[in-house]
């Protein structure tokens, strides 16, 4: 069972990104627009009421407590703010309105009048002027005695501030951010973990390779302890159902182009043929090739020679070119047809198959079909070969598009050897690199020596393999293959 807080390091590992975006844009551009803003400053006069009705002090301070609401009420009203308007050329009722706030002081006999404006010394002359004509008024029409304590100069702008504003619109940005996640996750129809892959198709998991780093692709396969195990494990896997009903034909595919399916094809073979066995990788992507940039081979003949030549010129060229690994044979897609699913269903295809299923030149074929669902070939290719490798790149590939292709592969009635899981970002599937990290004792170097088979490359020598050769081969996780 998963530990939930491993869910939770790749959500924030997914989408920090987008959290980060948010906070810098929503606080940056609040911060820049605060900045351009004109300044706002507050001046701030005092109303004292005072009662002289009674000879009791304090019912003279509970009579003005329980005036100061009608009295506050009173310092916006029309006959207080017109003559103050009046002293004003240009300014209006309702302008004035706008700039005045009254606030009654809980408990007290006092009553704040505050006034905003973008020039100080004005908003301090209006405060003011406004408890100066208020004071004349009550006092002139009202019992309460009204004292004015004047109001200074601000300094100090109210308004903005950018600092305080940046950071309350990065709050902003957070909220919108977190908004965002949760509404994608919810719509989101990838799966989460590499688990929920055999659940959903009903296929057995056979590898899981690690997604790998920009530094990482560059590097042999070797270089890279976790992809090379993978690698094994899936030949490990393959030569264990080998063993239970034998196949030899076997194509490598994915439900979408770009899930690394090529790349996988290319590793397979090349760790299956560094295992001992005879492998012949063929490029069935008679759309899209690469094994021929992968392995550095000529692609003017190969598997598209067989349909548009005579047969009896093409067969001695279908055991492929040598590589630098003796067991380990490419046969490239050569010139691009144009019309590649009419071709692969025509009667050379099944010729074709046949005469390579009956070779006894090779254990393995392993055919580095095109995607499934965007062309018809694979789909094709499926009836002709023994067994089929999904490849499945989670983090791409939705729930539904998976099962449109378990749908195509049951159509074709394939044998449906397992999944690998490539580009997994799990952290749980670093076992074999904690494994490896462990400090070992030195190791003695001993040569890899390969019995010496027909596909012997003409440079090698007594069936021996150079190691570094044989990394050279091109295993590599590249980002631009399929």
Not at 206 to 223: D, F, G, Q, W
Not at 317 to 338: D, H, Y
Request: proline share 8%.
């Amino acid at each position: 069972m998963r530990n939930p807080l491993t869910r939770y390091m790749l959500l924030v590992r997914r989408w920090a990104w987008l959290v980060i975006l948010g906070m810098l844009l929503c606080g940056g551009g609040t911060y820049i627009v605060t900045k351009l803003m004109h300044p706002v400053y507050q001046a701030e006069a005092t109303l004292i009421v005072t009662f002289n009705t009674s000879p009791s002090g304090y019912d003279n301070t509970s009579a003005s407590l329980e005036a100061l609401p009608t009295y506050g009420q009173l310092v916006t009203s029309p006959q207080v703010l017109q003559p103050v308007v009046a002293q004003h050329p240009g300014l209006t009722l309702k302008g004035l309105m706008a700039m005045v706030s009254v606030k009654p002081q809980s408990n007290t006999q006092l009553i704040a009048v505050d006034v905003n404006n973008t020039n100080p010394a004005l908003a301090a002359q209006l405060a003011n002027q406004i408890g100066q004509s208020f004071a004349q008024f009550a006092n002139a029409q009202m019992s309460a005695t009204v004292k004015v304590l004047p109001a200074l100069t601000p300094t100090t702008p109210i308004q903005p501030k950018p600092s305080q504003d940046a950071l309350l619109g990065a709050a902003a940005g957070l909220g919108i951010a977190l908004g965002l996640i949760v509404a994608f996750e919810w719509i989101d129809d990838r799966m989460e973990n590499p688990d929920e892959v055999p659940e959903l198709l009903n296929f057995d998991l056979l590898t899981v390779i690690p997604e790998l780093s920009r530094k990482e692709r560059l590097k042999n396969a070797e270089e890279i302890p976790p992809l090379a195990e993978s690698c094994r494990i899936l030949c490990a896997s393959l030569n264990a159902l080998q063993e239970n009903k034998p196949y030899k034909l076997v194509m490598i595919t994915s439900a979408l182009g770009g899930e690394g399916k090529s790349t996988v094809a290319a590793n397979l073979a090349t760790f299956m043929a560094m295992a001992g066995k005879r492998v012949l990788l063929v490029d069935a992507d008679l759309r899209h090739p690469v094994q021929d940039q992968h392995f550095q081979l000529e692609n003017r003949k190969g598997l598209s020679n067989a349909f548009l030549e005579m047969w009896a010129q093409v067969e001695v060229e279908l055991n492929g070119q040598p590589t630098e690994i003796p067991t380990l044979r490419v046969l490239t897609a050569g010139v691009l047809p144009s019309n590649p699913a009419e071709l692969l269903q025509s009667p050379l295809a099944a010729q074709l198959f046949n005469y390579l299923r009956q070779s006894e030149q090779f254990d393995y074929i392993f055919f580095d079909a095109p995607p499934l669902l965007p062309v018809a070939d694979a789909q094709v290719l499926a009836t002709y070969v023994d067994a089929i490798v999904l490849v499945v790149d989670i983090s791409k590939t939705p729930r539904k598009v998976l099962m449109r292709a378990r749908q195509a592969l049951q159509r074709a009635h394939a044998r449906v050897l397992g999944l690998v899981v490539n580009k997994s970002r799990w952290p749980d599937y670093g076992e074999s690199q904690d494994y490896l990290g462990i400090q070992a004792r030195p190791k003695a170097d001993f040569s890899l020596s390969i019995p010496e088979t027909p596909a012997v490359h003409p440079q090698s020598t007594n069936g021996k393999v150079n190691p570094e050769s044989a990394i050279s081969a091109g295993l590599r996780q590249s980002p631009g293959r399929k």
